[in-house]
C-alpha cells in the first residue's frame, strides 16, 4: 500500500493574514484524503486555519547546481535594497 | 437529568476511545495511525466531562477517574457495538460508521435539550462528532467502492456488526424517561432516519445491507459481550494493582 500512495506537500496558514508555510510532507490515495490526512496529523495542537496540499511531484524545484548562476549575482547587488538610497529629509510618508 | 443516562453516553465514548486507542502504534499508515488516536482523544474527552457532570450531580464525592476505572462491567452502559473488537481496519471503520451516524443524529438532537449543561456540552462536541462522520463514511466509500479484496473486507465486517446497530436507536426505559421530560431525543424518531442514512450510505458504497432485522442488544443495562471484561482489564489493571496510585 505504501508503494501506491504518493507523497503530498502541506502548507498551513496559522493565522488570517498571514500566508501559507509549508511544514511538511504526508502519504495520501487522493487530494481528499490528503487534506484530511493533513488536519490530522499538522493541525492537531491548534496550528492553522488553513490547509493547502499539493503533490510532491508537481513541484518545480531549483537545481543545486545552478546555485552559482541563480544566486550568486545578487549577493553583490546592496543596491537593490531600499535600505541602500538616503532620503532626503523633506522626503515625506517613506 | 439521569445518571444513567449520562453514564450510557459516557461509557459509550470512553469504552469507544479505548478501542480507537489500541490502534496507536498499529494503523496501517503513519497518517491513519494520528486519526484514529485524534478520535480515541476526542471520545475520551468526551467522557472526562460527561463523568465529571455525573460526580458533580452524584455528590458522592466520586470522580471521573473513579467511574472509569472502579466499575465492574456490569455497571457500565455503553451499548455493545462500542465493545466490539477492532479486528482488522475494515471492522473499525463499519464500527465507527455505525457509531458516527447515529452519534450526529443524537448530540445534533442534543443540542436542542431542555437541560442547559447538555446543550452547552451538546453544541460543543458536535464539531468533533461531525468530523468523526466525515471520516469514517469517507473510508466507508473508500474500501467499500475500492478493490475486490477491500469490498469483501467491508462486506463481511458490515455482516458482522449489523446486529449491533439497532441497539443505539432502540430506547430503553432511561431512554424514554428522558425524552418525556425534554431532555434526550425520541429514539423511535431517531430510528428511521438512522436506516435510511445508513442504507444509502451502503448502496453508495457498493455494499449491501444485511437482511437480519433481529438486533443484539443488553449494553444499556449491563449485560455485555466477554469482550468488555477483557478490556476493562487492560484499561483498568493499574488502579486495580495500585489503588489510588497517581502519576
Do not use: R, T
Given at each position: 500500500m505504501k508503494n501506491n500512495w504518493p507523497l503530498w506537500e502541506v502548507f498551513i496558514r496559522?493565522?488570517?493574514g498571514l500566508s501559507h508555510k509549508h511544514v511538511g510532507s504526508l502519504?495520501?490515495?487522493d487530494s481528499a484524503m490528503a487534506l484530511e490526512n493533513a488536519r490530522d496529523v499538522y493541525t492537531r495542537r491548534n496550528e492553522g486555519v488553513s490547509i493547502w496540499v499539493v503533490e510532491s511531484n508537481q513541484i518545480v524545484a531549483s537545481d543545486p547546481d545552478d546555485t552559482d548562476s541563480f544566486f550568486e549575482p545578487a549577493r553583490d547587488k546592496v543596491y537593490r535594497h531600499p535600505t541602500f538610497y538616503n532620503v532626503p529629509d523633506n522626503v515625506k510618508h517613506m | 437529568m439521569s445518571l444513567n443516562y449520562l453514564l450510557q453516553m459516557g461509557d459509550n465514548a470512553l469504552i469507544l476511545g479505548h478501542r480507537l486507542g489500541e490502534w496507536c502504534g498499529h494503523a496501517p499508515e503513519l497518517e491513519i495511525d494520528m486519526a484514529l488516536t485524534n478520535l480515541a482523544l476526542d471520545f475520551t474527552g468526551q467522557a472526562r466531562t460527561i463523568y465529571q457532570q455525573v460526580a458533580v450531580l452524584e455528590g458522592q464525592g466520586r470522580t471521573e477517574d473513579d467511574l472509569a476505572y472502579l466499575r465492574d462491567a456490569w455497571e457500565f452502559r455503553n451499548v455493545l457495538l462500542v465493545e466490539q473488537p477492532n479486528g482488522d481496519f475494515a471492522h473499525t471503520i463499519v464500527r465507527q460508521c455505525l457509531y458516527d451516524c447515529f452519534n450526529y443524529l443524537l448530540y445534533e438532537a442534543l443540542c436542542s435539550s431542555r437541560d442547559e449543561w447538555m446543550v452547552a456540552f451538546a453544541s460543543?462536541?458536535?464539531?468533533?462528532i461531525a468530523y468523526h462522520q466525515r471520516f469514517s463514511t469517507e473510508w466507508m466509500l473508500r474500501l467499500g467502492d475500492g478493490t475486490e479484496t477491500s469490498h469483501q473486507k467491508m462486506q463481511a465486517a458490515l455482516n458482522n456488526l449489523w446486529i449491533y446497530?439497532?441497539?443505539l436507536v432502540s430506547p430503553n426505559?432511561?431512554?424514554i424517561e428522558m425524552c418525556e421530560k425534554g431532555?434526550?431525543?425520541d429514539l423511535d424518531r431517531i430510528r428511521p432516519l438512522y436506516f435510511e442514512k445508513l442504507h444509502e450510505l451502503i448502496a453508495k458504497a457498493t455494499l449491501t445491507s444485511p437482511s437480519v432485522e433481529w438486533m443484539q442488544q443488553g449494553g444499556k443495562e449491563g449485560k455485555h459481550s466477554e469482550h468488555l471484561g477483557h478490556?476493562?482489564?487492560e484499561m483498568q489493571f493499574l488502579q486495580r494493582a495500585y489503588p489510588g496510585l497517581e502519576w
Open positions: 496559522s493565522k488570517n502519504h495520501a490515495a | 460543543k462536541s458536535i464539531k468533533e446497530a439497532g441497539e426505559q432511561v431512554d431532555f434526550g431525543p478490556l476493562l482489564a
